[in-house]
């Protein structure tokens, strides 16, 4: 378990899975009937926070259809920088496909070759 800010209200809680907003502000989206994947259209994001989903929502589409694009061509053609392409992959909203040979990362643990987050299945699990 990680400890992470609420991209919503900026509080530090303890990150299991799912969308990084804490328990607090997912109160909130349910009680408003709203869907996580809903979120940007149920107005409970501030606005530097819309931006930075808007964007994600932009790279995922681009990812979709260009598959085998790597990260300084997904990077460039979006206009925003690796490292925040690093950042959403460790973070597991997005993974390198089968077809990127030279898109993997090695599992913190045990070194194993993994195509988004921080540890391989096996070690997630001990």
């Given at each position: ?38 979120i ?73 070759k ?6 391989c ?6």
């Amino acid at each position: 378990m990680d400890v992470r800010v609420c991209k919503n209200c900026r509080r530090l809680f303890n990150y299991i899975y799912g969308p990084e907003i804490c328990p607090e502000c997912a109160r909130s989206l349910l009680e408003n009937k709203e869907e996580p994947k809903n979120i940007l259209k149920a107005g409970l994001l501030k606005p530097l926070d819309i931006d930075e989903e808007k964007t994600f929502e932009q790279i995922k589409d681009y990812i979709m259809a260009n598959p085998k694009a790597s990260v300084a061509q997904i990077a460039e053609d979006n206009e925003i920088t690796p490292s925040k392409l690093f950042e959403w992959i460790r973070e597991d909203r997005l993974e390198f496909s089968d077809d990127s040979a030279s898109a993997w990362f090695a599992c913190e643990k045990c070194g194993a070759k993994i195509r988004s987050g921080r540890r391989c299945n096996r070690c997630k699990t001990n």
